[in-house]
């Protein structure tokens, strides 16, 4: 079991009870990574986060300083944070958002400085009480403290940061929705090209979408060096990340973890991590990132926390949230609840997503409930091809956003790896764990 | 908390909805609030989400007398605040309860009895999920994933947190809204948060839009 010694990033804080609080962010290093960077030119920032590879936080896994290079120059710029986490399993802005506010609005203004914004917007999902009061409380701190507002910390650099509260809707995390969201409208997401708001954004200006975790890390890297960074992890998975493990493990909860040097085996069963499955019983399946992502099975568990080698073996690390399935879970009602949910929570512009998903929750339901028959099994699958054909990894895309390529995921992975617990739900008329 | 108000306020003055003589809903200090949110954005429509947790906040769900108000402050028609409302699930266009009671059964809570604490919850409110019980107390709804799976199966009430729950731990949660023991934690539904933002736009936007129906650069005047 490895428990690597790479130092504690974004979660340093999380041991204090007033993590939250700016005396508790001043006493241990807080602000130092924006006063340096003011000290620096936008440029320099920004090469010290290329130089860091810090790759985005929020499910794509983009590279961050790319993002940021790709702005025009332009009058007005803006800045948005990305709180709306609300992929199924993840949890880990949740943390951030609550422990360490001061520290993701640190990061925010540095990301605002580098690439020249205007005013930025931290976008947090509405369910988050707690979290939208801390933050709000942090900004009200920070701005009385001079680092937010007119001439931050004496620099000559003036940012204003807002907090905007979301209404629940999980599209919204898709960032072109998100941009629409913030523009009061219905969170559809926006047709591309262009792919990215860095050409068209809010109010259709350049624009900057950066996850919380993401721009959490940037006070470190500034403050300790982008190649510090880039020591930590291997290849292009560099740093230490936030992974949100959950379902039958003993202890779920958010760890900060060195990738690579890590893999799901130690994650699940390190006694400071996940400390094993439930007594009794053995992983049968785990999701490595969020519910779009495909299943992985117990063959796989020794596969390290890399973007690169998951993405090969045909999933992806996405929003860094692994779900445990042990022996007692059944596979069919996991993938039909995850089905549901993307039922709900299509925003109905795209016909396959919306049709789509709402036709696989019906079978899959019926299959779970003992009213399946045999072709069910070749009807999901011809679905999902219709949704995205071919079901491949990374999926083909007939929608505008990739919610609905996200949709076969949990069902082409039951049929994959599970395809006996369906025929067993069909001929004998029911869920055998029900 | 004061200044920002009168000033994003006066530019809405002439907006249509307001020409068609609507009922102020809002009383003053909530008009003052509103005022302010909508001063925060370069363009008024922006304050839409804001402006209906707003109103929640006051009437514990979004009346049609303030969607009509909040389309006259940020310049639109009351049907497409309306529209925008409907897609977002937080925004409740109905009557809800005092409490608004979210079990989760996505996949984490899945995995760790969210269906049976559901099933319960329905059982000990007397309601399915999406009723409200008959003295109005508690409403049931049946919720995706709230980003707390470290504590699965979990509950939330008016956005406040709750979990692992055992259906006996639901009980004592309940009874203990009932009788008022939680009102310093769990604020009535439709207050989000009890933070206000205490400074307006202190930077000044220079280069922001100031294109019509655009709030132009409020400068750099502190509030005091």
Redesign the interface.
């Known amino acids: 079991m490895t428990v690597t010694s790479a130092p504690k990033i974004v979660s340093s804080r999380f041991r204090f009870d007033d993590s939250y609080t700016l005396e508790r962010y001043l006493a241990t290093g807080g602000y130092e990574g924006l006063r340096k960077a003011l000290t620096m030119t936008p440029e320099q920032v920004a090469a010290e986060v290329d130089a860091a590879s810090l790759l985005g936080r929020g499910g794509a896994g983009f590279p961050a300083g790319r993002k940021w290079s790709m702005l025009r120059k332009a009058p007005v710029r803006y800045l948005v944070v990305n709180g709306d986490e609300s992929e199924p399993a993840t949890f880990k802005d949740h943390h951030l958002i609550e422990r360490d506010p001061h520290q993701l609005i640190e990061g925010a203004l540095i990301a605002a400085y580098a690439v020249g914004a205007a005013q930025a917007f931290i976008y947090v999902r509405g369910e988050l009480a707690l979290g939208l009061e801390r933050v709000q409380a942090a900004l009200n701190a920070a701005y009385a403290f001079g680092a937010v507002g007119k001439n931050v910390l004496g620099s000559g650099f003036s940012i204003d940061v807002v907090l905007h509260p979301g209404a629940g809707a999980y599209i919204c995390g898709e960032e072109t929705a998100l941009l629409e969201s913030l523009e009061g409208k219905r969170g559809f997401p926006r047709i591309k090209p262009p792919f990215f708001p860095a050409a068209i954004g809010l109010y259709g200006e350049p624009t900057v979408v950066n996850n919380i975790e993401t721009v959490s890390n940037l006070p470190w890297i500034i403050t300790n060096g982008g190649a510090a960074f880039a020591a930590l992890g291997e290849g292009a998975s560099t740093g230490t990340r936030l992974f949100a493990l959950s379902g039958h493990v003993r202890n779920p909860g958010v760890f900060e973890v060195e990738m690579v040097k890590t893999t799901f085996r130690d994650l699940i069963y390190a006694p400071v991590y996940g400390g094993g499955v439930r007594p009794g019983a053995e992983v049968k399946a785990f999701i490595p990132g969020g519910v779009s992502a495909p299943w992985f099975g117990p063959d796989q568990i020794d596969m390290p926390l890399s973007q690169e080698e998951v993405g090969k073996a045909g999933s992806m690390l996405g929003s860094g949230s692994v779900v445990v399935m042990s022996d007692q879970a059944c596979a069919v009602r996991t993938a039909w609840r995850i089905t549901k949910f993307f039922y709900r929570e299509s925003c109905g512009q795209c016909t396959p997503c919306r049709e789509g998903s709402g036709w696989l929750e019906k079978i899959m339901h019926r299959i779970e409930v003992g009213a399946g028959r045999m072709e069910d099994l070749d009807l999901l699958m011809d679905v999902c091809d219709n949704i995205s054909p071919g079901v491949t990894w990374p999926p083909a895309q007939t929608t505008i956003c990739v919610l609905g390529p996200s949709i076969p995921s949990s069902i082409a992975s039951v049929v994959r790896m599970f395809s006996d617990e369906l025929l067993v739900h069909v001929k004998e008329g029911g869920c055998p764990y029900a | 908390m004061e200044q920002a108000a009168g000033r994003a306020g006066a530019s809405a003055a002439g907006s249509s909805a307001s020409a068609a003589g609507s009922a102020k809903h809002f009383d003053a200090a909530t008009r003052r609030k509103a005022e302010d949110l909508v001063s ?11 402006l ?2 707003l109103a929640q906040s006051v009437d514990g769900w979004l009346c049609p007398d303030a969607i009509r108000e909040i389309a006259d402050l ?1 310049g639109i028609s009351p049907a497409e605040v309306l ?3 409907t ?5 409740h266009t109905e009557p809800v309860g005092r409490h608004v009671v979210s079990v989760c ?4 809570c ?3 009895g969210g269906e049976d604490l559901l099933a319960h919850a329905k059982t000990s409110l007397g309601v399915n999920a999406g009723g409200t019980d008959a003295d109005g107390q508690f409403t049931l709804e049946e919720v ?7 504590r ?1 199966p979990c509950v ?1 009430v ?4 709750f979990g692992p729950l055992a259906p006996d731990d639901f009980d004592s949660l309940i009874s203990d809204l009932r009788d008022g023991k939680l009102d310093d934690v769990v604020p009535s539904h439709g207050v ?8 307006g ?9 100031t294109s019509a129906g ?1 709030t132009p650069g409020s400068g ?1 005047e ?1 509030r005091s």
């Open positions: 925060l954005y370069p363009e008024r429509r922006s304050a839409l989400v804001p209906c947790h940020v529209g925008t409302a897609f977002y699930d937080l925004l059964t996505n996949v984490a899945l995995l760790r995706e994933c709230l980003a707390a799976c470290d699965a939330q008016n956005g406040r947190f989000l948060s009890r933070v206000p933002r205490d400074v736009l202190a930077a000044g936007m220079s280069g922001a839009r655009a750099s502190d």
